[in-house]
């Protein structure tokens, strides 16, 4: 990682003296620049500092099992001063101009706030960015084919690659909740493949069309056709009742005419 934090002097005449150091959770100690950097009066530039993120073996191979806080330091000193951790971001051992004076950047600090690094293995991040791939192809199609009544036709191979793709998405979860990034590689790859064969197989021409699928929403909608005029049948056979059941009441005589 390369750290770059752009400086300019206020107008005050001396020479300010730069060194920069970044320190993460897994650090005792912060890494700083291997000599200063001087600027002056109104000048603007650069200070830079090179991190190298350790490999995951020893006692950093569970780095990537966790996001990590980091704090990074920007100090203007004396030459030849020398900064105490119990001193904050002032040091009052050297008088102005020449005080000891840094400022903070933090993953725990406006506007950082919660800007924490994760550190991923190889295996790791090749299954997450196939996760990526596969969801956004799988939430597309469980949309647009679990939105329908009855399976649409053509979709009948597109449906059993849509379910392995979950099934196989699901294993891939579980497996990189568990740290097994190497099987969640394999399945979240699987779930791609599957996603991909079901998005294939819908702009084919035909596209697995068959019969029983076609003759299934067929039916089903008929029947919902059939069962709305069944209702209004219902309806209709109803109010003839009620109009024959009034006439034929004992106790019913029609009011005679008014003159």
Known sequence: MTFNVVFTASSYVYQRNLTMGVKFDWMTNFQNTTSDTAVYAGQTLTVTLAYTIPALTGQYSALNQQTHSWTLELWNMAEGATWSVYSGCYDYNYPLPNAAACHTFSSNGYPYTYHQLAVYSSAQASSYNSKLQAKAIIDSLNSALGSTFSPAPGTSAALASLAQANTQMALGNNAYSLGDFATAQTDYQNALNDANAAQSSLSTI???????????????????????????????????????????LPSYAPSAPKA
């Open 206 to 248: 035909g596209g697995g069309t068959d019969a029983a699928t076609f003759t299934s929403i067929w039916l089903d909608s008929v029947a919902i056709l059939l069962g709305g005029i069944g209702a209004v049948l219902v309806g209709f056979a109803g109010f003839k009742y009620l109009r024959g059941k009034t006439r034929g």
